[in-house]
């Protein structure tokens, strides 16, 4: 099938242009460096300046792109509408109470981006504050960052970034005359903490390699060349971002990579005074705060709590010598996340791949936990504005079950459901079925495996599957309800998720082995899940699509490299492919924090030589791969446009049969694809199109 469909376009052909380096004695040669534009950085801020043959290229790799898979545009529109048909146009979220207000966002029919608004705290007439599609118009990207109104209710603090390159610029709204204040502040993440008086506010400023470094203060009426300094992060390798303590006292200045932390306080009411350090870092050592009183409690895993545990300290001496265990350290149970009360500790954890919700009244140490039935499921808190109350609110979803939210009371243990997913074409949840299975790696590790199918599916090892998965920096992939991949399970996909190593899944020790020197292990669970399934008959070999991005992308471009065998398709979007020449460039943004993850080639062969080993770029071979759409964004700060068009340049020139191998750009985008949750969909459809056209369904009329 795909052969035929090869030869119907002429593949596009990039220049090899000899180029190599040698490291430890080690020659690598990278004929596709000059994809790279030298601009590169400039290119992030204004997408125009790409240098033309690099574009000429990449335009060249989207139209074969289009050229094959164009006879899929009747059934791509006939997954957009579907998708969209399941998308509640005018959704708004369960208002959050604030003082005398309610704050809220929600979308008009048709409307591509979020409105802000509020009402009074006991219902009435909405006043919406930020209209995302009147501000989006005319820009071809627009994105939210962070809003945040001020501890007085006059002023809205709102950031947008209109280029996809992660760059936002913050304004402030005034919520009488619903006009912004000339205030401007520009090249920062995106978020924003009031001081207590709302005379100004801190930000984190990004600087040219798009690295957060800097926090700096905002008086309000002031030039941003007039805003004051607070700190100076030294360390190229760590992210800073700030955020509001639990009680709203004190914006949080945190800071850390990937294996170490560290956290500094300032005090809203007295914004001059300079930042209080909590504990200085320790190499290894991961902590957050929340506070209460003269009191903090801290999610750390000091002491070899490889799971986490919750420590106390007081407020005027919170360093390690003070810290006193709370909630001790259980071996297989990752606490996640910890919110605080005025009277109520919450606690967010998993054990067994599945996650609840503990609370414990403060007063009498008392404790209880709300957890669900279903095999696989998703679970978490979200927070409030309010620091004095008894409402914890939560959400809940499954494969299955659409995403519900309720509000708890934490004394009297009721619960009230606030919300429930509409699906406006229709779900009947009896109709499909979430199951899990475990997969055994090649190591003897039980890898969990969450399943969903249509309940008249037979397991006969016919049906074709989508195998997700991701993998690194300890991200866990939730069981939650996802209305696009519907479209693939009403066509007789299984959709399945693998809860490889790298994720948090099965508590930190999980992620620990699946980084750095144990990373291959990511790839045999992966591996493993999709013979599993072949053996339980849910699928066969050459029915499977694998899919990941980003990080998970880098999974992708492995398990194609080694197991080429087993997949039908593959579908890598913003794939992380280049993993040893990024690691080797300091300048990128992300490399140097990327090191505890990885490794550090610069410094250390044996990192030189684990990466090169594994590093998908640098492994391809003479043979058969399965088809591979790879999808990139030209603005992506995260992983760069370069690393899936060299992948794709140098893996068409390498393999000896198979495929096709797509690359296609988005030439307005960056790391999360299209802006506009509507737009977003086609870059799924093109998505679920490959993966039907893969396995053979994108032929039949009824798809």
């Known amino acids: 099938m795909t052969k035929n469909l090869e030869k119907t376009a002429l593949a596009p052909v990039a220049p090899r242009r000899p180029h190599a380096f040698t490291r430890y004695g080690i020659t690598v040669s990278d004929d596709y460096a000059w994809l790279k534009d030298e601009n590169w950085q400039d290119v992030l801020h204004d997408p125009a300046v790409l240098d033309a043959e690099i574009r000429k290229y990449l335009e060249a790799e989207n139209a074969y792109t289009e050229g094959l898979l164009g006879h899929t545009a009747s059934l791509q529109k006939r997954l957009v509408a579907e998708m969209r048909g399941r998308i509640k146009e005018d959704d708004s979220s369960v208002p959050s109470p604030d003082g005398r207000f309610a704050y809220f966002r929600k979308f008009r029919e048709g409307g591509q981006h979020e409105l802000y608004g509020r009402m009074p705290r006991d219902g009435g007439e909405e006043k919406i504050v930020l209209d995302g599609d009147a501000l989006a118009k005319d820009h071809a990207y627009f994105k939210f960052g962070g809003e945040r109104h001020s501890p007085d209710h006059r002023l809205q603090a709102w950031s947008a970034d209109t280029k996809g390159s992660e760059y936002f610029s913050i304004r402030v709204r005034d919520w009488e005359s619903l006009a912004d204040r000339d205030d401007l502040v520009e090249e920062t993440d995106g978020g924003v903490v009031w001081s207590a008086d709302c005379k100004s506010f801190f930000y984190v400023k990004l600087d040219d390699n798009h690295r957060p470094m800097q926090v700096w ?42 294996e170490t932390s560290e956290q500094r306080l300032i005090d809203l009411a007295d914004p001059d005074a300079p930042p209080r350090l909590v504990a200085p870092r320790e190499t290894g050592v ?72 503990v609370i414990r009244d403060l007063s009498t140490g008392e404790e209880h936990a709300i957890a669900f039935d279903e095999a696989a499921y998703s679970l978490d808190t979200m927070g409030s504005y309010e620091f004095d109350t008894m409402n914890l609110r939560f959400s809940y979803s499954s494969m299955t079950t659409p995403l ?43 890898v969990p495996v969450s399943l969903l199918h249509r309940r008249d599916f037979v397991r006969d090892a016919s049906a074709p599957l989508l195998l997700y998965g991701y993998g690194s920096y300890g991200a866990a992939m939730p069981a939650s309800f996802s209305t696009s991949r519907l479209s693939l399970v009403d066509r007789g996909f299984v ?121 998908p770029y ?19 700060p995260r992983v760069t446009y370069w690393e899936p ?50 396995v053979g369904l994108a032929e039949r009329g009824e798809v």
């Open 495 to 615: 959709y399945a998720i693998a809860h490889i190593r790298g994720g948090t899944d099965k508590g930190w020790g999980w992620y620990l082995d699946g980084k750095r020197e144990k990373k291959t292990n990511s790839f045999d669970d992966f591996e493993a899940s999709a013979r599993a399934l072949c053996e339980a008959k849910y699928t066969s070999t050459k029915r499977i699509v694998a899919h990941g991005g980003s990080a998970g992308g880098m999974l992708m471009g492995a398990v194609a490299n080694r197991t080429n065998e087993l997949f039908a398709g593959i579908v890598a979007e913003v794939p992380f492919v280049d993993v040893l020449n990024t690691m080797l460039d300091d300048s990128l943004p992300l490399t140097p924090p990327e090191w505890p993850e990885w490794g550090n080639p610069i410094e250390s062969e044996k990192d030189f030589r684990t990466i090169l080993s594994y590093s």
């Open 404 to 446: 519900e939210i309720y509000d708890y009371d934490m004394a009297s243990r009721a619960r009230v459901l606030r919300k429930r997913q509409e699906i406006p074409s229709g779900h009947n949840v009896a109709d499909y079925v979430t199951t899990r299975i475990m997969a055994t790696s090649h190591d003897g590790a039980e």
């Open 618 to 636: 640098d492994n391809l071979a003479a043979k058969d791969y399965p088809a591979i759409l790879a999808m990139a964004g030209l603005t992506d």
């Open 286 to 357: 991961q902590y957050s705060i929340a506070d209460r009183g003269d009191e903090l409690l801290i999610l750390t895993n000091a002491d070899r709590a490889i799971d986490f545990k919750i420590v106390t300290a007081p407020l005027d001496s919170p360093e390690r010598a003070n810290w006193r265990d709370l909630i001790p350290h259980r071996a297989g149970v990752y606490i996640l996340d910890h919110d605080l009360y005025s009277g109520h500790l919450v606690r967010l954890e998993r054990a067994n791949a599945l996650p609840s919700i």
């Open 645 to 694: 068009a060299k992948w794709i340049a140098r893996l068409r020139a390498t393999m000896t049969g198979g495929g096709p191998v797509l690359l296609r750009t988005n030439m307005g985008a960056g790391h999360g694809g299209a802006s506009g949750r509507f737009n977003r969909l086609d870059e799924v459809a093109i998505a679920y199109a490959f993966a039907l056209w893969a």
């Open 217 to 258: 203060r905002h008086r309000l009426g002031t030039p941003q060349a007039d805003d004051i300094l607070i700190y100076q992060e030294t360390d190229s390798g760590w992210f800073t971002h700030l955020h509001e303590s639990t009680s709203g006292r004190f914006c949080v200045i945190a800071g850390g990579d990937h």
